[in-house]
């Protein structure tokens, strides 16, 4: 089965940091680029940030620029968002994704779809 599977969420207090994963299986996608996107409870799902297959070029959305830094190790087939900074507003269900294409990544999500992992930020 190719899929994608997150990890790494969890509680943390306002200011705290969190380091999200997302493994794929069933086949490599080191050629795929590769996002992250969230969803809060009442809202739609938005996109937080992307990379390129060869993790070259990074791209984030403007609510988390400066705090959150995406990463890849194709070698582990692998994707990471470090997030730093944690706000309450950040609290949401995070989903890693991929497709052939960044810049599909950024306006919508891809092809592949991970089940999400929950990020609460609360004191």
């Known amino acids: 089965q190719e899929q994608l599977v997150e990890s790494g969420g969890g509680l943390v207090q306002p200011g705290g940091s969190l380091r999200l994963s997302c493994t794929g299986s069933?086949?490599?996608?080191?050629?795929?680029?590769m996002g992250w996107f969230r969803q809060a409870p009442g809202k739609e799902r938005e996109y937080v940030a992307g990379?390129?297959?060869?993790?070259?070029?990074?791209h984030y959305a403007d609510s988390v620029r400066g705090r959150f830094t995406i990463d890849r190790d194709n070698a582990k087939n692998t994707v990471y968002l470090q997030m730093d900074s944690l706000k309450p507003e950040d609290t949401a269900v995070y989903y890693c994704?991929?497709?052939?294409?960044?810049?599909?990544?950024?306006?919508?999500?891809?092809?592949?779809w991970g089940q999400g992992t929950q990020v609460t930020v609360s004191s």
């Open positions: 994704t991929a497709d052939t294409l960044l810049s599909t990544v950024i306006r919508g999500g891809g092809a592949y």
């Open positions: 990379i390129m297959f060869s993790g070259g070029t990074k």
């Open positions: 069933g086949r490599s996608f080191e050629n795929d680029a």
